[in-house]
T-cell receptor, first 111, second 113 residues
Framework: EDQVTQSPEALRLQEGESSSLNCSYT??????LFWYRQDPGKGPEFLFTLYSAGEEKEKERLKATLTKKESFLHITAPKPEDSATYLC????????????FGTGTRLQVFP | EPEVTQTPSHQVTQMGQEVILRCVPISNHLYFYWYRQILGQKVEFLVSFYNNEISEKSEIFDDQFSVERPDGSNFTLKIRSTKLEDSAMYFCASSEVKTDTQYFGPGTRLTVL
């Protein structure tokens, strides 16, 4: 069964304190891995798509990496506005449309 | 920047009533999706829609649910007879092609009393 596990569930950081969020996945052939940011009461906001092991994507203070079993979202020198829940989702290579989401990591960055 | 929009933002209904949730996908996108998120739980896939028909549906998407693209811009989710357990955030998403990134709307919070 395809599944996504994210860790930690929650993370508290001081402003400027870099860290990484983990997304482990099992899927029968990965078509794509997606990172989204979700603010309370809002819809998931797209951050990155990764397609193959070794791929990396960067946007401002965020960098996403992918291996054959997991993905990391690295946050460098975070600011309070980076506080949100970060969701990881996978799409399988077989003929399916759906994204399978993890439960997310709730990040709080304190000034 | 183009975005997915959803109305209403919050819908309160009585158990057994019908509700219709509305979405306007990004204009050049061809694939449309509904997901839901029960409070404190994962985002779950409900259904995908392409070329005016259901492409894939989950086990959650039973006979109480239906989707429609009534015109060239709107995409709707109908729940025929709501249950307490249907209370959740419902997200519409769209993508340009099947394998592309899915962009999500802000959601409709459905509360069933």
């Amino acid at each position: 069964e395809d599944q996504v596990t994210q860790s930690p569930e929650a993370l508290r950081l001081q402003e400027g304190e870099s860290s990484s969020l983990n997304c482990s996945y099992t899927v029968s052939g990965l078509r794509g891995l997606f990172w989204y940011r979700q603010d309370p009461g809002k819809g998931p906001e797209f951050l990155f798509t990764l397609y193959s092991a070794g791929e990396e994507k960067e946007k401002e203070r965020l960098k996403a990496t992918l291996t054959k079993k997991e993905s990391f979202l690295h946050i460098t020198a975070p600011k309070p506005e980076d506080s949100a829940t970060y969701l990881c989702a996978v799409q399988a290579r077989r003929n399916t449309d759906k994204l399978i989401f993890g439960t997310g990591t709730r990040l709080q960055v304190f000034p | 920047e183009p975005e997915v929009t959803q109305t209403p933002s919050h819908q309160v209904t009585q158990m057994g009533q019908e509700v219709i949730l509305r979405c306007v996908p990004i204009s050049n996108h061809l694939y449309f999706y509904w997901y839901r998120q029960i409070l404190g739980q994962k985002v779950e896939f409900l259904v995908s829609f392409y070329n005016n028909e259901i492409s894939e549906k989950s086990e959650i998407f039973d006979d109480q649910f239906s989707v429609e693209r009534p015109d060239g811009s709107n995409f709707t989710l109908k729940i025929r007879s709501t249950k307490l357990e249907d209370s959740a955030m419902y997200f519409c998403a769209s993508s340009e092609v099947k394998t592309d990134t899915q962009y999500f709307g802000p959601g409709t919070r459905l509360t069933v009393l």
